[in-house]
């Protein structure tokens, strides 16, 4: 694996709650590497999706965001601040079990997204 490619993983997988755009992460690894461009980010960013070692998801038209976690979880998206949390049930594997045998087709991955508002925002509101 390059430094450069090594640099966007480790950035992601700092702060599993982050699901940066690839503008925030050419921002965030040029403080480490100044020369690096944002098309050497956004290809390495694809090589690593390819790989299965991030995910790249899509919440808002025209608006990827990346997600240095694999593992099978949801994802709650506040209204208010607009923040991506993980939220990592651990029967979430039964949905999918659940779904493939109503459906009758083999579902191997899926991408929740739950909406609301976060306990940060709550306390503001409240």
Request: some cysteine; glycine content about 6%.
């Amino acid at each position: 694996m390059t430094n450069q490619r090594l640099l966007i993983l480790e950035f992601l997988q700092e702060d599993i709650n982050r699901h940066p755009t690839a503008e925030e992460i050419y921002r965030e690894v040029r403080k480490r590497l100044p020369k690096i461009s944002f098309a050497t980010v956004y290809r390495n960013l694809e090589k690593l999706k390819k790989g299965g070692i991030i995910e790249e998801l899509y919440f808002e038209k025209g608006l990827s965001r990346f997600d240095g976690e694999i593992g099978e979880h949801f994802h709650f998206r506040c209204e208010k601040c607009q923040r991506v949390f993980n939220l990592v049930l651990s029967d979430s594997w039964q949905i999918l079990e659940r779904a493939s045998i109503k459906s009758g087709h083999k579902i191997e991955r899926m991408q929740v997204l739950l909406g609301g508002v976060c306990k940060d925002c709550l306390r503001i509101m409240r």
